[in-house]
């Protein structure tokens, strides 16, 4: 006989269908009749568990996913007209769209296009199925000390990449650190979202077991301290990473009863691209706790 906790995990598994569903076919038809079907659930009883489930009725959950789909692509280094963005997300026309991106956002499209601020949407974002999904995810762990070589990146995120380019330089050219062998770690010194561009500091770094040898990159040793952390897996591109980073300060650290440690986070990058696509690029946040 069935048990109560096979049917929870049975009513769990047609929902999270339902919401994998959404977020692969935004650009579709995500009418009630149509999500109804999907789930295998009546229509009449669809909209009210759907709510129940998710925190929020289904019209006002696909307009979020579909509005965050047309955030990132405005945010993508590929320029995104709003007006693309507009129909992309399902609106009939670029005005509807900007009025329900300032509404859901507090900032017009074009706005969030020029100047990406992920702390402003992470405190407006709030789906209360995604918060838990991800605080569900958060692990603690004890992270041993690591030895790295470091070069410190000076000035805009988005030049970070012309930094990393040097860092693979040095990786071929020394024989230290490699890649197929060595981890790859990121320490943004500075938020990117509050600190003026030209302040930004961010150290690109690959595991050692010697002594860094003396080289014209800026290349210095660092250590990584050891001690308990919360780690979390970001998906997708790291230009968007404030998305998975956020709710854990938001969601997960005030009713977690831990503490901030005196350390930036630090990211340890899992993908090598590019072998990997963007879109599946795998990233584990380390966010040290006393």
Same mark, same amino acid.
Not at 50 to 66: I, K, N, T
């Given at each position: ?26 650009? +579709? ?20 568990q ?12 696909? *307009? ?5 789909q ?74 041993s ?9 000076? +000035? ?24 197929? #062998? ?8 500075n ?5 003026p ?26 250590a990584?301290? +050891? +001690? ?26 005030? #009713? ?25 690029w *795998? ?8």
């Open positions: 006989m069935p048990t109560q906790l096979d049917a929870t995990r049975a009513y769990t598994k047609r929902f999270d269908t339902v919401l994998a569903y959404i977020e692969t076919h935004l650009d +579709g038809d995500l009418s009630v009749e149509a999500l109804s079907g999907v789930a295998n659930f009546s229509k009449f009883h669809f909209h009210r759907f709510a129940a489930y998710v925190g929020m009725p289904v019209a006002r959950f696909v *307009q979020l996913m579909r509005l965050r047309a955030a990132r692509r405005l945010a993508s280094r590929e320029f995104c007209a709003v007006l693309d963005a507009a129909f992309e997300a399902g609106f009939d026309s670029p005005e509807a769209f900007s009025r329900a991106f300032k509404r859901a956002f507090g900032m017009a499209p074009s706005a969030f296009r020029e100047h990406p601020n992920w702390e402003v949407w992470s405190a407006t974002f709030v789906v209360p199925y995604l918060s838990r999904k991800l605080t569900m995810q958060v692990q603690i762990v004890d992270f000390p690591t030895r790295v070589a470091a070069l410190e990146h000076r +000035g805009a995120i988005g030049l970070v990449n012309e930094s990393v380019r040097r860092f693979i330089d040095w990786r071929k050219q020394s024989g230290q650190s490699p890649v197929a #062998s060595s981890r790859t770690f990121g320490i943004p010194r938020n990117p979202d509050t600190t561009a030209d302040a930004f500091r961010f150290d690109i770094c690959g595991e050692i077991h010697e002594p860094v040898a003396a080289n014209d990159y800026g290349i210095r040793e660092l990584i301290p +050891g +001690g308990r952390c919360a780690v979390v897996r970001h998906t997708g591109s790291t230009d968007h990473v404030g998305e998975t980073i956020y709710p854990i300060y938001r969601d997960w650290l005030p #009713s977690s009863g831990e503490e901030l440690r005196d350390h930036p986070l630090f990211f340890h990058y899992l993908s090598v691209f590019p072998e990997t696509p963007q879109d599946q *795998q990233t584990d946040i380390y966010i040290p706790l006393v």
